[in-house]
């Protein structure tokens, strides 16, 4: 069982930054890819970065590459969310989630509840 909590999201100007934290509980963290999804008001959750769980892999939404870096330090049981250059479009819910990796949401088995990011142009 893996029990996710993210973290810093808030309010900031476009072209400003965020890191986004997932703080995970469970021995087996390591063994899981993690992703970030977001979901903004009347739309469909969305992929947003992945991270295998050695690090050697990530992969982006077209969307967000070059602005937003995915890591994880399983040491401390946790995985970041860079986010540059932010813009108004990046308005959202951002979760975390555990599982299998890949863009689709039904690979994941374990979420967190979300953080709130909003982008003021």
């Known amino acids: 069982q893996v029990q996710l909590v993210e973290s810093g999201g808030g309010l900031v100007q476009a072209g400003g930054s965020l890191r986004l934290s997932c703080a995970a509980s469970?021995?087996?963290?390591?063994?899981?890819?993690v992703g970030w999804f977001r979901q903004a008001p009347g739309k469909e959750r969305e992929f947003v970065a992945v991270?295998?769980?050695?690090?050697?892999?990530?992969s982006y939404a077209d969307s967000v590459k070059g602005r937003f870096t995915i890591s994880r330090d399983n040491a401390k049981n946790t995985v970041y969310l860079q986010m540059n250059s932010l813009k108004p479009e990046d308005t959202a819910v951002y979760y975390c989630a555990a599982g299998r990796g890949g863009s689709l949401f039904h690979s994941y088995d374990y979420w967190g509840q979300g953080t709130q990011v909003t982008v003021s142009s």
């Open positions: 991270i295998g769980w050695s690090s050697s892999s990530a």
């Open positions: 469970g021995r087996t963290f390591g063994n899981y890819a």
